[in-house]
């Protein structure tokens, strides 16, 4: 079974500070798709990022970026300077392949307050 | 280019009424089609989702159905809603770099 487990589910940081947001994941699959989404008040959901089983290397995209760590089975979230605007909920996600389809499995979230 | 659309943003049933929501995906063909709902404000659970027309995958035993009359249409549905049912409905599709949902409808059963 698949399974993401976004362990924090509030975090508060002061304007320009960093913030990372944890994402495990569990599957017995040897293909996958991982996915960051951001979910700001009113409600849509913003793809940020999408990384394959195999890319391993980190990426970063302005003051966002993501490091994938197979052998913790982990995919974390970093936002440099953080600031207001990037006040939201947090969604890791994992897709899998199965006979019917592709499905994409949540983890909880995190909330992310960012302060003055 | 591809866009999906999702109908109404904001909806307010008593319970025991029918429920109709539907989305459409334009500018693609044989798209896989979604339905989640986000109950409490957080996390997404998946209900239905769909790889063609007429075909359609349950996730979890509930009080709702989706069909899929169209290739760029899906409806989720229900005879009879629930106090339950509440919630923040999307769709969405997939194109080739991830899934991309609608702007969403907020359920509220009453």
């Known amino acids: 079974a698949q399974k993401v487990t976004q362990a924090q589910t509030e975090i508060s940081v002061v304007e320009k500070e960093d913030v990372t947001l944890d994402c495990v994941y569990e599957?017995?699959?040897?293909?996958?798709?991982l996915f960051w989404y951001k979910q700001p008040p009113s409600g849509e959901l913003v793809f940020l990022i999408r990384r394959n089983s195999f890319d391993e290397q980190n990426e970063i995209s302005g003051r966002y970026s993501w490091n994938f760590q197979k052998s913790t089975s982990s995919f974390n979230f970093t936002i440099t300077a953080s600031q207001v605007v990037d006040s939201a909920v947090y969604f890791c996600a994992l897709n899998i392949l199965t006979g019917g389809g592709n499905k994409l499995t949540f983890g909880t979230g995190t909330q992310l307050k960012v302060e003055l | 280019s591809q866009t999906i659309h999702q109908w109404p943003a904001t909806l307010v049933q008593p319970v025991g009424s029918p429920l109709s929501l539907e989305c459409t995906v334009e500018g693609t063909s044989n798209p896989n089609l979604y339905w989640y709902r986000q109950a409490a404000g957080r996390g997404l659970q998946l209900l239905f989702y769909?790889?063609?027309?007429?075909?359609i995958s349950s996730e979890v035993p509930q009080n709702l159905s989706a069909s899929r009359p169209q290739d760029r249409q899906f409806i989720l549905s229900s005879k009879k809603l629930l106090l339950s049912d509440s919630g923040f409905y999307l769709c969405a599709y997939r194109p080739n770099y991830g899934y991309t949902f609608g702007s969403g409808t907020r359920l509220t059963v009453v």
């Open positions: 599957t017995r699959d040897t293909t996958y798709y």
């Open positions: 769909s790889v063609g027309i007429g075909q």
